[in-house]
């Protein structure tokens, strides 16, 4: 018996020494999703964890979009992973400057003070080298475990980012490929394969929201304001396109998608004229574009059971 024992635990070391993890099927993580979530019953409060896709604007506008209430607190880097939030001796790049701001609490502490409702995590791009040296569903669960056995009835969500415009892929076809391989099948699939997360983690596709909007958007010809995919990326300071961060467009879409995930509610008909979150007016969609931005928004949430909201709602 004791040889037995001892053969399984070399057995277990060799296999994580060469990457392997205990995973669930896609069948098996669909099961996880097959209720939805109830919807919340007041405002939320709020912790993002991540980097610079998450910014200090998009959290704000998500802010108004939801009401009064509606609080958040956030924990950011430059490019980090989740790891660099987690382990204490590892340095969170940009730590300083991202986090300047009044919302800006430690994570750790956050979690643990069971004093939030939902918790926002996102894994930094590149996903495949967080995935490979970073150790991303590890880090994922070691969160959700952390939310859930503090307070239970705190929602964890995995916000679903992008990849650079100039992808040599192809930006729609990453983002195609990514959400089942990397986001589901490695971050998802590893992370709930334990059982001691005591709950999902839901989705906040704002990988799937763009592309979608994008695909209808450039195949109209464009809108008002708006027409490709560029448009919704920031100017650098030297005049070139950003190719990985939004600007107040991209910002309000994610922030759309983040309202119609959390609230379960169809955020056609909000407003779309923000602040950003140094209190000056964000750059405003024209009236068009913002009601398709609303119901892409919609029709990707209520097509997609890991969101957590009903499907096939209108």
Same mark, same amino acid.
């Given at each position: !018996?004791?040889?037995?024992? &001892?053969?399984?635990?070399?057995?277990? =070391?060799?296999?994580?020494?060469?990457?392997?993890?205990?995973?669930?099927?896609?069948?098996?993580?669909?099961?996880?999703?097959?209720?939805?979530?109830?919807? $919340?019953?007041?405002?939320?409060?709020? /912790?993002?964890?991540?980097? &610079?896709?998450?910014?200090?604007?998009?959290?704000?506008?998500?802010?108004?979009?939801?009401?009064?209430?509606?609080?958040? %607190?956030?924990?950011?880097?430059?490019?980090?992973?989740?790891?660099?939030?987690?382990?204490?001796?590892?340095?969170?790049?940009?730590?300083?400057?991202?986090?300047?701001?009044? %919302?800006?609490?430690?994570?750790?502490?956050?979690?643990? &003070?069971?004093? /939030?409702?939902?918790?926002?995590?996102?894994?930094?791009?590149?996903?495949?080298?967080?995935? +490979?040296? /970073?150790? &991303?569903?590890?880090?994922?669960?070691?969160?959700?475990?952390?939310?859930?056995?503090?307070?239970?009835?705190? %929602?964890?969500? =995995?916000?679903?980012?992008?990849?650079?415009?100039?992808?040599?892929?192809?930006?729609?076809?990453? =983002?195609?490929?990514?959400?089942?391989? @990397?986001?589901?099948?490695?971050?998802?699939? +590893?992370?709930?394969?334990?059982?001691?997360?005591?709950?999902?983690?839901?989705?906040?596709?704002?990988?799937?929201?763009?592309?979608? /909007?994008? %695909?209808?958007?450039?195949?109209?010809?464009?809108? $008002?304001?708006?027409?490709?995919?560029?448009?919704?990326?920031?100017?650098?300071?030297?005049?070139?396109?950003?190719?990985?961060?939004?600007?107040?467009?991209?910002?309000?879409?994610?922030?759309?998608? @983040?309202?119609?995930? !959390?609230?379960?509610?169809?955020?056609?008909?909000?407003?779309?004229?923000?602040?950003?979150?140094?209190?000056?007016?964000?750059?405003?969609?024209?009236?068009?574009?913002?009601?398709?931005?609303?119901?892409?928004?919609?029709?990707?949430?209520?097509?997609?059971?890991?969101?957590?909201?009903?499907?096939? +709602?209108?």
């Amino acid at each position: !018996m004791y040889l037995q024992r &001892s053969l399984k635990y070399v057995m277990v =070391l060799a296999l994580a020494a060469c990457g392997w993890q205990k995973s669930l099927d896609p069948a098996e993580l669909s099961a996880l999703y097959a209720l939805p979530l109830p919807p $919340p019953d007041k405002p939320l409060r709020v /912790f993002h964890i991540g980097h &610079s896709l998450v910014g200090r604007d998009m959290p704000v506008m998500l802010e108004q979009l939801a009401g009064q209430g509606h609080d958040h %607190r956030s924990q950011l880097g430059w490019g980090v992973a989740l790891k660099s939030h987690w382990e204490p001796d590892v340095p969170i790049n940009g730590f300083e400057q991202e986090n300047a701001h009044p %919302r800006y609490q430690d994570a750790t502490e956050a979690i643990k &003070s069971g004093d /939030f409702d939902a918790l926002v995590l996102t894994e930094m791009v590149e996903i495949k080298d967080a995935i +490979k040296y /970073f150790d &991303s569903p590890t880090y994922l669960r070691h969160w959700a475990h952390l939310a859930h056995n503090t307070r239970p009835t705190m %929602r964890v969500y =995995l916000y679903e980012t992008w990849h650079q415009l100039d992808d040599p892929q192809g930006w729609l076809q990453r =983002l195609d490929d990514d959400l089942s391989r @990397h986001w589901e099948g490695e971050l998802l699939a +590893k992370a709930l394969a334990h059982g001691d997360t005591t709950a999902p983690i839901y989705v906040i596709p704002a990988g799937q929201v763009m592309a979608r /909007f994008v %695909r209808r958007l450039e195949k109209d010809g464009g809108r $008002p304001g708006l027409s490709s995919r560029e448009d919704l990326f920031a100017m650098t300071a030297n005049g070139t396109r950003d190719n990985i961060h939004i600007n107040d467009l991209g910002s309000y879409l994610v922030a759309l998608t @983040h309202y119609a995930v !959390m609230y379960h509610r169809s955020p056609v008909g909000l407003p779309h004229r923000l602040l950003r979150a140094d209190g000056s007016a964000a750059d405003a969609p024209s009236d068009e574009v913002a009601k398709m931005m609303q119901e892409v928004v919609w029709e990707v949430v209520t097509s997609y059971p890991k969101t957590g909201v009903l499907q096939g +709602k209108r």
